[in-house]
């Protein structure tokens, strides 16, 4: 029984069950907090926002201390190099739902460009549906009017939108010049190039704030104003989201570099916040020719 | 060895420890029961269900339930059965098995494995809460379409969308964590080629489940928006379509009706040779078969649709699609029965199950081939004949799976050999049971008895009067079910050998019974047998 452990299989952990109450929780006050606040069902009272941030809040000290357990793990030395492959492909198959989750609201968004709106206005054999239900609806995209009569501006390409696709694409490639700076052990350059990334996303943040501002302020785009809107802020939501939660991945990797952590041997977490990364990005490009460009 | 960090301490209170340990437990044998164990009391809590439509409908009109409550019985029992009971019996199943198949000491990732399991009883707690809330429970159906389930929907279902994200992060955390497992953990010379079956299958399945659980994610959250924050997803006044709702959920339902049937089909590919004492007839093609059946998955979903709007092409396209996945389902057929063929066969209960599972399956695959021709559809649609379809791939195929898995693992699992002759009785109950429940909805659906309705033309009563009178008798099957696992876990015959079947191959049989908590520390050797090295050349 001398020989060197094949893989670390921990014996028991309480990151999980913390996990688990912690998303039940989470799940639990954000319905509540739905029906409390919105107009549809009405319900009584303010306990649903409190229950919901608590779930939150303990979600991320279910995953600050998940994450500190593998880290004090890792610096140990207890993972083998087998143990780094599992990691890797759990992060590349997570990151494969991640696209099949983006997919559907793709989805959603092909089907009214191609089908339902075109139907609407009468395209193939849907003369009769246009002509009793929706005469004067015209088919356009971005939709301008739906066919209830709600109006909308639409979001031009070449503004804030271009300027922000400039920063993530940009930030892709410092986030990538931080990989090979750790590669060749210069953590100067290494945290040089890791600070611009996430100054980038957080410069990205910024102006997706402001564009929103504009759109519910001087454009009339909002979620309630059809088809055009509602795939607009899922999507463009969704990805917000995603920048946000990529953000904070890259700048706890900033901090671990500050700590003196990863080599240029072993850094799975940093590389795997940089493929995430590349993902949002990969996502953003996708976004910006479907949603605002064409 | 595996080094293990043990954290609990031992002079703990013994009921305080053993709450922990179950809630604390990384080991895939421990989780794997865990998750038996769930699914076991919630196909106990769904088939209530079913018993409760079943009464309501023995006879024509309103007995016990108002319509609004078996609406609600209704859903949850589809719910229920796909969610809680099928899904988390196979993963358990691939819990137990996988890393014994494949020679590794665990899941790649064990924590993970806790946590996509402790996730589920509390995304169940919050879908069955649903029932005890002002408004009732969901009652849209199992397939909750808009705008049944968005305008007209109860204000519970926003709990019930929520419970569903739950249960897709349990379902995409568990596929990865398989995924990483057999495409990392094998034993040095374990070959893609040279796994069992039911580590291909479920290979497979952890793909689907990557690929279509996200998609459910996108689909209730489109409703909960369109619920609550006025967009127009599902609403054609605002330029949306109520229909775009069936294309996005069944992208994801029909990928999700193969994650509940591939494992089975893993399950008889393992049970089938053992107990006809030859090789599985056509390994390779088993495999290419099971791909085949997986991509075909995900350009079939239409068929489901045929009645709701769809240019001519699509359906055509939709219909062609479908009947080809009867091709490699067909080869698996042919695959099974030509193992058959001249073994030395006994039917011990695990080889009746896996019997029962080829024959019964294959009935449900041509009701299913007959759904799929579009004009055919045009009368078969939501009509009582689709029930009995999906019935008969889904009881004898999922169920009568897991059972015959059950029945050929457990010796292995608990050192401890059930009853045979119980064993023999609960599988012919079972079936007799099963064809009087489910073989008259053929012809109530077909002379145009709808599904979901809690009411029937009197012309419907005989073959309802039959299959309240199965589902009855299925029922108590599975109070037997739960006596013979209880009896052979108490006061079962002790095995000893390893090698619990004459005729069965893998390395979970080289592991002592039952097997030990911790097993393959060091990886074990694979022996490149016979046939294996035949196949490896071609």
Known sequence: MGETPRYYVPHTSVWPIVGSVALFVLAYGLATMIHQSTDKVAAEGTHGVWIFWTGIAVVAFMLFGWFGTVIRESVAGMNSGLMDRSYRMGMQWFIVSEIMFF?????????????????????????????????????????????????????????????????????????????????????????????????????????????????????????????????????????????????????????????????????FAFEATSWYWHFVDVVWLFLFTFVYWF | ?????????????????????????????????????????????????????????????????????????????????????????????????????????????????????????????????????????????????????????????????LGVHLMGVSSVLGAINVMVTILNMRAPGMTLFRMPLFVWTWLITAFLLIMAMPVLAGAVTMMLTDRHFGTSFFEAAGGGDPVLFQHVFWFFGHPEVYIMILPGFGIASQIIPTFARKKLFGYHSMVYATVAIALLSFIVWGHHMFTSGMPLAAELFFMY??????????????????????????????????????????????????????????????????????????????IFGTMAAVYYWLPKWSGRMYDERLGKIHFWTATIAVNLTFFPMHFSGLAGMPRRVVDYSIAFADFNIVSSIGAGLLGLTQILFLYIIVKALTSGEKVTDAQVWEGAEGLEWTLPSPAPLHSFHTPPEIEPDEAHAATDKA
Request: hydrophobic content about 55%; aromatic content about 16%; glycine content about 8%.
């Open chain 2, 1 to 161: 060895m595996i080094a293990h960090a043990d954290t609990i301490p031992k002079q703990r209170h013994p009921l305080i420890a053993f709450i922990l340990r179950w809630l604390l437990t990384t080991n895939h044998k421990e989780i794997g029961t865990l998750y038996l164990c769930l699914a076991f009391l919630l196909f106990f809590i769904g088939g209530a269900m079913a018993m409760v439509v079943r009464l309501e409908l023995f006879q024509p009109g309103l007995q016990f339930t108002q319509p609004d409550f078996y609406n609600q019985m209704v859903t949850l029992h589809g719910l229920i059965m796909v969610f809680g009971a099928v899904m988390p019996a196979f993963v358990g199943l691939a819990n137990w098995l996988v890393p014994l198949m494949i020679g590794a000491p665990d899941m790649a990732l064990p924590r993970l494995n806790n946590f996509s399991f402790w996730i589920l009883p509390f995304a169940f707690i919050l879908l069955l809460s649903s029932m005890f809330m002002e408004g009732g429970a969901p009652n849209f159906g199992w397939t909750f379409y808009a705008p049944l389930s968005t305008t007209y929907g109860p204000p519970s279902t926003d709990y019930f969308i």
């Open chain 1, 103 to 267: 997919a559907a609201f793709f989805g959603a968004l092909f089907y009214a460009r191609v089908i339902s709106v075109p139907w609407l206005a009468g395209a193939g054999n849907n003369l009769e549906t246009h002509t009793f239900l929706w005469p004067d609806f015209a088919d356009t995209w971005p939709l301008f009017m739906t066919p209830g009569g709600t109006e909308t501006e639409a979001m031009a390409a070449w503004g804030l939108p271009f300027i922000n696709t400039v920063i993530l694409v940009t930030s892709s490639v410092t986030v990538t010049f931080a990989h090979w700076a750790l590669k060749k052990a210069q953590r100067i350059a290494l945290g040089i190039w890791l600070a611009i990334t996430v100054l980038l996303g957080c410069a990205f943040l910024l102006l997706q704030v402001i564009e929103y501002a504009e759109a519910y302020e001087e454009l009339g785009l909002t979620l309630g104003s059809g088809i055009y809107g509602s795939t607009f802020f899922l999507l463009t939501g969704f990805h917000g989201a995603h920048v946000t939660m990529g953000t904070i991945m890259l700048a706890v990797m900033l901090f671990r570099v500050f700590s003196g952590h990863f080599t240029p041997k072993n850094h």
């Open chain 2, 321 to 398: 699609a479908t009947m080809l996945i009867a091709v490699p389902t067909g080869v698996k057929v042919f695959n099974w029965v030509a193992t058959l063929w001249r073994g030395s066969i006994t039917f011990e209960t695990p080889m009746l199950f896996a019997l029962g599972f080829v024959i019964m399956f294959t009935i449900g695959g041509f009701s299913g081939l007959m759904l799929a021709l579009v004009p055919a559809d045009f009368q078969y649609h939501d009509t009582f004949f689709v029930v009995a379809h999906f019935h008969y791939v889904l009881y004898p195929g999922a």
